[in-house]
């Protein structure tokens, strides 16, 4: 069973960035995509960004403030956050789709002044 381990979050004004981290706990190389979902409070969780050996995606809102990157050779997937917005504030959970679903625990990102 795959582990995934979140790492980065925390509080960040307006304006400001953030890098997340997930490392995953077995040797994945550059197998399955591996991404970012969010989950606000009273909100379903959405993809916010997917990368694989032939994809990357971003959800429409945060197209050209957040890039996803992949480190095949340490098993970690970053997400780089830049411009946070108020609305950008959830939890953050890592995942890993291959042979099936994997999930970390997630990590809080709050943007507020």
């Known amino acids: 069973q795959v582990q995934l381990a979140e790492s980065g979050g925390g509080l960040a004004q307006p304006g400001g960035s953030l890098r997340l981290s997930c490392v995953a706990s077995?040797?994945?190389?550059?197998?399955?995509?591996m991404g970012w979902y969010r989950q606000a409070p009273g909100k379903q969780r959405e993809l916010v960004a997917l990368i694989s050996a032939s994809i990357i995606y971003y959800t429409d809102s945060v197209k050209g403030r957040f890039t996803i990157s992949r480190d095949n050779a340490k098993n970690t997937v970053y997400l780089q956050m830049n411009s946070l917005k108020p609305e950008d504030t959830a939890i953050y959970y890592c995942?890993?789709?291959?042979?099936?679903?994997?999930w970390g625990r997630g990590t809080q990102v709050t943007v507020s002044s």
């Open positions: 077995e040797s994945i190389g550059s197998r399955g995509a």
């Open positions: 995942t890993l789709k291959y042979g099936g679903d994997y």
